[in-house]
């Protein structure tokens, strides 16, 4: 979200052309002074100019430069600017400015320009045939009638906190619905249908909605509950302008009504595997974006696999020195990539930073996936020495078929170089918990290993997996006196697995897997391959992309999936649940949207919307209007 937001109102009243009304409202916590707004605008002022506020201090073709004189905003203020000397008369919100920015003493910052606003809001009757259309569904509509051409804009009133939050969304809205109008305007011409919240004894990130003919009242709980309500407001307000608000419409915008929601899990997650595949960082913001219009709350960042290392470790520059590509003259040759010759990228710790904050304003928080023991071949083809020098290679293969893949337990490398990725990662990563991975280690893994063979005979630990659980609890309490949680895959529960205490464990490989764990006394997310696996095909047909290990999973099996049962122990330890974008087979953007989607809506909807409110029938006609990747 941009620090200051700029509304633009045509006023035909004025001037021999009309003329353009400019309010910029200051979001930002500091007070803005000495400063000039510029834009680009189509509708041109014609020299010399008649403003009142300011003064145009640069025009050339549609730059514009206005200085504000003797203005100082304070956070929540406005500054208003007329300009009454224009070179045509405007006949279409796109001869508004399309971008803005501030000169300020020492630096430019940016300004969301937002639509254009007609001279007045159109009229609408009420009409009743049309339907909310909010996705994930909300617990409770009770809509009794719909405006028949919906608001062109929603003018927010109220505090600073709300101004924000409406900026916020609306900047949401354009990115992933740019041919809309924007849902939220900060200033707008008398009549505009109005928006105001409150603080109200509500659940956690629940909200209340109440319309009316003049407005609409946000009543909300604690947590994201005012944002998840913009974010109703403006799916409702986006859909019924996809709608045409033509007669035959089947979204509109509640003229009286009520809707009260609240999500029905606490973990409501989308994975995404950037290492199979590497994801532009725009593409990674983008589908952060995707999961807040989702309503969805935790985004697990797969940032290593066996074909490549994607986060800038300060210690260990190898890792994106070697680890971070793969070519025929690599350690890891190209695998499933788009190009026979492999690929290459990662993220600095900064860009880190930045996909952090940015969905940390939608209400999202990033848990990091650092693969460990396992899942390795990439660490330990840019750092040999890591590997037992005594044991045989290729000694034992993972399932996808690489060799020795998997850090030894026995060598006191692994704990190093484990402790010191993990130090770096929880001093970059905020959230509460880091996902060590845990999972497909070789049965066989170490055991022709001299190192291994004598830790087994010093301690009594027996096989693999013993092996990897005494590994994985070191990690766990290494974790836990930097005050994290230790998540992984199910398959950390193996050996004696790790302490249930302080724990999260993620169910993928069957679906009465989650119950299994819970039963076991880890809380658990549930994210089965056969439901939640969006890299799964979607029927057995020949040419149908996608992976086939755990069956074929069409949208409405997806949609269908209910997590929880009658095990009693889901009841304490199900957290939610969290679709999982795994990329070896998603080579290309076409194939991405194709596999993700609307499965990824349907699980959002079975992570918010209670199991006797979902409908198949009416999800299927609002998920072609969910935007993709």
Known sequence: MADYHLDTLWRPEQGEHGAMEFVLTNLSDAPLRDFSLYFGAITRTELPSDAVGGQLLRRQANYHEYRAT?????????????????????????????????????ERAAVFAADLQAAQPLAADPVADRHAGVLPQPQQIEVTQYWSTPPAHLLVTGDLALQREAAKVTALTRRLHPLTPNPFVLAAPEGTVTVSAQRADLPLDGHRLEFAETGVQIS????????????????????????????????????????????????????????????????VLRYVDLMAWHKMNRFHWHLTDDEGWRLEIKAYPQLTEVAAATGHDLPVLPQLGASEE???????????????????ALGIEVMPEIDLPGHCACVI????????????????????????NALNPAMESSYVLAERILSEVCDLFPFEAVHVGGDEVADDAWMKSPKAQAMMKETGLKGTFELQAHFLRHLQQFLAARGKKIAGWEEMAHGGGVDRENCLLFAWTTVEKTAELAEAGYDV?????????????????????????????????????????????????????????????????????????????????????????????????????????
């Not at 930045?354 to 940390?360: D, M, S």
């Not at 890299?535 to 040419?543: P, V």
């Not at 649940?577 to 080579?587: F, K, P, R």
Request: aromatic share 10%; charged share 15%; with cysteine.
């Open 381 to 404: 083809g840019a750092l040999p020495e890591l590997v037992d020098s005594e044991e045989t290679p290729a000694s034992y293969h993972s399932i996808q078929g690489f060799a020795n």
């Open 342 to 360: 492999g690929q290459a990228g990662y993220y600095t710790q900064d860009q880190v930073r930045g996909v952090i904050a940015h969905a940390g």
């Open 220 to 283: 909300h709980g604690a947590g994201a509950g005012l944002f998840y309500a913009l974010v109703t407001l403006a799916q409702l307000h986006c859909h019924a302008h996809q709608s045409g608000g033509t007669s035959g419409a089947t979204y509109g915008f509640p003229l009286q009504g009520v809707i009260e929601d609240a999500p029905r899990h606490g973990w409501r997650g989308a994975h995404l595997d950037v290492s199979r595949q590497f994801y532009k960082l725009g593409k």
């Open 70 to 106: 003797d203005v100082e905003l304070a956070p929540g203020q406005r500054w208003h600017l007329t300009e009454r000397s224009l070179t045509r008369r405007a006949l279409h919100s796109n001869e508004g400015p399309k971008s803005a920015g501030l000169l300020l003493a020492e």
């Open 525 to 629: 997310i549930s994210t089965p391959g056969q439901a939640y696996y969006l890299d799964m095909a979607q029927s057995d047909a020949w040419y149908e992309p996608g992976a086939s290990w755990a069956g074929f999973t069409p949208v409405s099996k997806t949609y269908a999936f209910e997590a929880l049962n009658d095990s009693a122990a889901l009841a304490e330890h199900l957290k939610g649940v969290q679709a999982c974008v795994w990329s070896e087979h998603l080579t290309t953007m076409e194939r991405v949207n194709h596999q993700v989607f609307p499965r990824l809506s349907a699980i959002a909807e079975a992570g918010w919307t209670a199991a006797a409110q979902k409908d198949f029938t009416r999800f299927e006609a609002l998920s072609g209007l969910m935007p993709r990747l």
